[in-house]
């Protein structure tokens, strides 16, 4: 019958391809993408491994005398001897500045260094540097918050440092308290953007600076779980209401009406 004849035409078998699966391309394709994905990161660890470890043997090998290095005596260099030098030395220098012959030394280099207009400026800023990032004490740039940049409602990671000094506290405006901030630039958190805020404008986070990094990096890809991004949204919700009532409280107050007797 024609009704039977048209139902018959309304049923269509379905595809080759989906009912046999992915075909032979897509499956190479698929392939492809499990082997970067595995080896990828292996590769790029070891080549950066690697090159770190070159430019090791390269700044340390001009200063082992020549009888003292191993290639001298094998037909080949041993790569990672200079690295191992590197920190046989960098262990016995702290050694000995722990005690009074060391410390006296290194005091007598600072005092050098102090002398020379130029060098001193730039010694006693990596000085610092290295001490804040390398003291294990310090809490600089370990502590992830959020800020409101680069406008209102756009919320970015950054990294908590220390407050300003006294100086700097007392030219910024208003009496509230601010604090140091460190916002990385993705992919590359190397650079960005550094900056004074009021405490009350930065929500601090339960992250801690290798996630951030990772999510800096991989440009919100790689998320550190779904509980952590509960928590954002909400501390999101409650910088958005610190802001709208730190607004409230700079806003010009209406002159007060006086009765005239």
């Not at 779980?225 to 209406?254: T, Y």
Request: charged residues 15%; glycine residues 8%; neutral net charge.
């Amino acid at each position: 019958m024609a009704g039977d004849d048209n139902s018959a035409t309304d049923v269509t078998a379905p595809p080759l391809d989906s009912a046999a699966g992915p075909s032979f391309v897509g499956r190479l394709r698929n392939y492809f993408l499990t082997g970067l994905i595995v080896a990828g990161p292996v590769l790029i660890t070891m080549y950066l491994t690697w090159s770190f470890i070159n430019w090791v043997d390269d700044l340390v090998r001009p200063l082992v005398p020549v009888a003292y290095r191993p290639e001298t005596y094998l037909p080949f260099k041993i790569p990672g001897s200079g690295l191992v030098v590197a920190v046989f030395a960098l262990t016995l220098l702290g050694f000995l500045t722990a005690n009074l012959i060391g410390r006296t030394l290194v005091d007598l280099g600072e005092m050098v260094l102090g002398r020379m207009p130029i060098v001193r400026a730039i010694y006693r800023s990596l000085k610092q540097v290295f001490e804040a990032l390398f003291s294990g004490t310090g809490s600089s740039l370990r502590r992830v918050g959020l800020v409101e940049f680069p406008a209102p409602g756009m919320w970015s990671i950054v990294l908590l440092s220390q407050s300003p000094s006294e100086n700097i506290a007392e030219s910024l405006p208003g009496n509230e308290e601010h604090i140091s901030v460190f916002l990385p630039c993705a992919p590359n958190p190397t650079t960005g953007f550094f900056f004074y805020l009021p405490k009350s404008q930065v929500i601090e986070i339960d992250m801690n600076a290798e996630q951030a990094a990772t999510l800096i990096m991989s440009a919100g890809v790689v998320q550190p779980g779904r509980n952590d991004k509960r928590n954002v949204v909400a501390l999101s919700e409650m910088a958005a209401a610190a802001r709208m009532a730190q607004l409230a409280k700079e806003a010009p107050k209406a002159p007060t009406k006086v009765d005239l007797p």
